[in-house]
């Protein structure tokens, strides 16, 4: 996928389904709501590890355009 704007969209991880297991294993034996405030906390942490607003709104564009 060519870029557009400043987000990465390849996969930069070197095994992929590796990091999905990771965040699937975060997930087991928790409630909804325990889940949905996970999710929370992770976005956080993720968007301030990013640290540029630019690349988090290209982010939150392509989450609400896939969903």
């Known amino acids: 996928m060519s870029p ?3 987000l990465a969209r ?3 991880f070197a095994d992929p ?3 999905f297991r990771l965040l699937a ?3 087991r034996d928790l409630d909804e709501q325990a889940s949905a405030a996970l999710n929370a906390r992770l976005v956080l942490i993720l968007a ?3 640290g540029d607003e630019e690349v988090l ?8 355009e896939a969903g």
């Open 4 to 6: 557009v704007g400043k």
């Open 10 to 12: 390849d996969s930069r």
């Open 17 to 19: 389904d590796a990091a």
């Open 25 to 27: 294993h975060a997930h």
């Open 48 to 50: 301030n590890h990013i």
């Open 57 to 64: 709104r290209e982010a939150v564009a392509l989450a609400r």
